[in-house]
Structures are given as structure tokens and as C-alpha cells.
């Protein structure tokens, strides 16, 4: 009879434990459904605000050339600030933020006295998604090839300067 009581708990310590298991399996599934999500609408986002930005230069498609409406490498805007809706950048950092994007496409960030890092070396997901919505922007205004300083003003206004 002993035998049989010990091997239905072992039986339901199996079966608990199988339980468990596949519960926190779940719940890590969810987890990266859940993340997966929140990128695609941030992808979303930053797309409805690039064809904004483009029906706002005219309706231009983006050909083989590089981003329509964009100005080429090293030519000059004529309007070297551009003002447009926040992306919470005040949020992230309180002080100005310098980026630049070279001839082969690679974005560096520098906050404050950090030094500066690749883009993809941002590890903060909301810091990184509100960095990529600028790098959007300034490709955007000013082409392929730039680099800016990033804040925003008291009321929520983007505002991004080209130095080169």
C-alpha cells in the first residue's frame, strides 16, 4: 500500500512540476510577444511619420536615388534647423544630443559627457526607439550623409540643427 502512495506522489510532483515548467514558459512567450508588439507599433509610428513627412515634401516616392525631397551629400538645405512634432526626446535626456550618420550609413549618438557610440550600441529601448524616430527625421530633412543636435524646445517641438 506504501508503495502505491509513494508512487502517486511522485506521480503529482511530476505532474506539478510539468506544470510549472510550461506555465514560466509561457509567461516568457507572452513577455516577447508583448515586446515584439511595442516594436512593430514603434516601427508603425515611425513609418506614418516618414510618409507624413514625405507627403508634406510633395508626395515624392523613395527611388534607387536615396529618400525624394532629401537633399544629396554634402549639399546644403539653405535651412540648416528644423522644427517639427516632439518625439519625447525630453523624456530620455535633458540635454542636447549630438548625432551623425557617415557616407556608409552609420549612425553615432553622444549624450552629454558620455562618449560617442554607434546606434546600435544603445541598448534602452525607449531611448533607442525616440533616437531612431530622429535619425528618421534627419535623413529626412537633410539627407544621407549629416550631423545635428537634437532637443526639444518647452513646447514639445523637435528641433534639430545641422552643423555639417
Request: proline share 4%; with cysteine.
Amino acid at each position: 500500500m506504501s508503495v502505491v502512495l509513494v508512487a502517486l506522489g511522485l506521480i503529482v510532483l511530476l505532474l506539478v512540476v510539468v506544470t510549472v515548467y510550461y506555465a514560466l514558459r509561457l509567461l516568457k512567450v507572452s513577455r516577447g510577444a508583448r515586446d515584439s508588439a511595442s516594436r512593430f507599433q514603434a516601427f508603425v509610428r515611425q513609418q506614418s511619420l516618414m510618409q507624413a513627412r514625405m507627403e508634406a515634401l510633395g508626395g515624392k516616392a523613395a527611388g534607387s536615388e536615396g529618400i525624394a525631397g532629401a537633399p544629396e551629400v554634402g549639399e546644403s538645405t539653405g535651412n540648416d534647423i528644423v522644427s517639427c512634432p516632439g518625439v519625447g526626446l525630453s523624456g530620455v535626456s535633458s540635454e542636447a544630443v549630438f548625432l551623425a550618420r557617415g557616407p556608409a550609413g552609420e549612425v553615432s549618438v553622444q549624450m552629454g559627457n558620455k562618449p560617442p557610440v554607434p546606434l546600435n550600441y544603445v541598448l534602452e529601448p525607449r531611448l533607442r526607439q525616440v533616437l531612431q524616430l530622429i535619425v528618421s527625421q534627419a535623413t529626412l530633412s537633410f539627407g544621407y550623409s549629416w550631423s545635428i543636435l537634437a532637443n526639444e524646445d518647452t513646447e514639445g517641438k523637435l528641433r534639430l540643427q545641422r552643423l555639417s
